[in-house]
């Protein structure tokens, strides 16, 4: 076959990848693209709506000028897009492409080699530093999702919301020294004590709709800009930030409008004006630097805003984490059953594109094609916090979903009516894990979500409860709720009524479950916590005889499980996870270190031995303990555990992986890499060999 030109293998790569790009544009050897400079001819570009251009330069082995033709490309101006280039590709094909008779055969089946420049501050950086990275077409999709996501914006919208909040916060503290009815009030409405954290978090809230009502100004008939109903001109802003959000909630978008406007009816006008007008500048800088809601921007931080962390341990798990853990996670998925997300290999034709690792060596993979097959699936994490492990989880579905050539706005309702259940004690979270799941796909209705905000402390019957951990107890928790409570609106179609609801949470059904369980000890009576009677559940103010009282609960409902009160409460989640998994189904936890060794933790890893395979535990190589931990601002070591429930007809091997990091990953495309790495590695020590 004679020599193919470069741009003919360039057409061939940008026709695979556009139909796993969803509804991104993918442009190849097209010219008049770079703003102001149409001699600039990318090899391939690609764009999508609130992310940033992403341009893959290619060459033949071996490729000696590609990676200085990428990182020209780095900052140019997109024709047509707000955002300049702010990552760039530069991709090797290997030797056989050039002078292949079917090019696309030989592109969908060929390891590829690249790298990836991005723009840091004023430093251009490379990744990996040095080397390439080698996969097929399907994760070279990926790695273009992943760096499309603006990051440098992201942290810079996180500083400028954290600010706002916490300045219409001080603006609440004034208010509520003359007027504590009113801090009451709100507070009744988060089902918080009135302290200063719960005015915080009414205004994340509150800025949270805010800046997804200047998104969606203008895509709704009669829904303005939020200038218009709060900005400097207008002489009731609150009556008409009502209005307007009430005309929101006609339409749609339940879990982010409802209870930010059961909050703003209940400040006084005066006050309402100068948290608005605060929060409306907030939103204006937040949403000038891009960042879309599905970046878990208010998750974030919101995690910065708890201050009762060292009761609830609710620590943030980082970003990147997260997408790691979620992407070794859903890698593991296998179909239950022939018709729940079995497909067979085709006798012949091409073989779907699957991410590097997958597909083999546990039985057939799962059809992340078939809409039904994922909607078969339930994905539990009972301690949700914000959502980021949630929101990773559904992220790598819905990217294998487009890789397959699915429309992932398609899969939005089912993944938030039937896929995803969260549990939290804390409403605000809730409301901000249904906000930031919701926001994935803003556009699309969907019923009621399976989110849910537990009871926890002492009840109005005498009783105490204790958040998810009931479930240890029943499949069914009656979850306390008042009408206004952010978690019982988690539908974003319509208003649910009922003062309480069941939460149907059955065993032995979940296909995954993923958790970063709070780890507060019973016995931990050092430092912070040395006045307090049971510090695992001594958070919203409990006294001592509530804390004794949860404290025999959990004991109680521990009984038989790897529960150990030395070990925390986190082995209690372990256990609850153990108990709603299938068998087959998979485990992915976030744990302190010493869960790998410590006495206390012995049951935990019995538990492991004896029920489950596959395993996987990565931990992190540090010189000191800020560096050996997944989580924010937790000032220990974590580790990451994921793994398989045994079948029936399965027997455990009794081995386990253990991987460790010279660091935790820093952006997505670290944490994808480190995956796939760990995934299809297949040269492993076994700890019989001599070193």
Known sequence: MPHQAEGNANNVLGNLLRPMLGKAGVLFESNRVIAGQSGKRPDILITSPGRSPVVIEAEYD????????????????????????????????????????????VIAEAALSYCVYTVEGDTTVRFPQSGWLQS??????????????????????ADFLEQGINDAANILEEMHAIRPAITAEVAALLGMDNVPQTRRMACAIIANAMIFHERIAGMHEGIGALRSVCGPDVPDPQDRTLQAWADILAINYWPIFAIGKDILERLPSDTALYVLRRLRQTAASVNGTGVNNAHDLTGRVFQRLISDRKYLATFYTLPASAALLARLAVAKIRPHSVGAGFKPAPASGPKPLLPSGEGGGEGVPFDWADPAAIASLRIGDFAC???????????????????????????????MEEVLYGCDVMPSAIHITGSTLAGIQPDVMYGRSRLYTMPYGRQEDGTVKIGSLELLQSSQVMTLFNTSDPALRTGSAGEETAAQVNAEIPDATFDLVIMNPPFTRATNHGGTHANVVNPAVAAYNANEADQTAMGDRIGELGKGTCYHGNA???????????????????LALVLPLVATAGLSWQSFRQMLAQEYTDLRI???????????????????????VIGRRLKETEISSKRAHFTSLKSRPKAFAQADAFAKSIISCDSISQIEARP
């Open 62 to 105: 071996p490729a000696r000028t590609v990676e200085p033709e990428a990182r020209e490309r780095l900052g140019m101006p997109v024709q047509n897009a707000t955002r300049p280039i702010e990552a760039a590709i530069a991709l090797r094909y290997p030797a056989g492409v050039d002078d292949a008779y079917d090019q696309r055969a």
């Open 136 to 157: 097929g077409v399907a994760d070279l999709a990926d790695l273009v999702r992943l760096v499309s996501v603006p990051q440098n914006a992201v942290d810079r919208a």
């Open 385 to 415: 916090g914000t959502g980021a492990l949630l929101s990773a989880v559904y992220e790598q579905i819905a990217a294998r979903h487009e890789s397959a050539g699915g429309d992932a706005a398609a899969i939005h309702p089912v993944m």
């Open 568 to 586: 925390g409460i986190a082995s209690a989640f372990v256990a609850l996870a153990n108990r709603k998994l299938k068998r087959g189904g998979v």
């Open 618 to 640: 990565l931990s992190l190589a540090a010189e000191n303990v800020n560096g050996m931990s997944f989580s924010a601002d937790t000032g220990l070591g974590e580790c990451l």
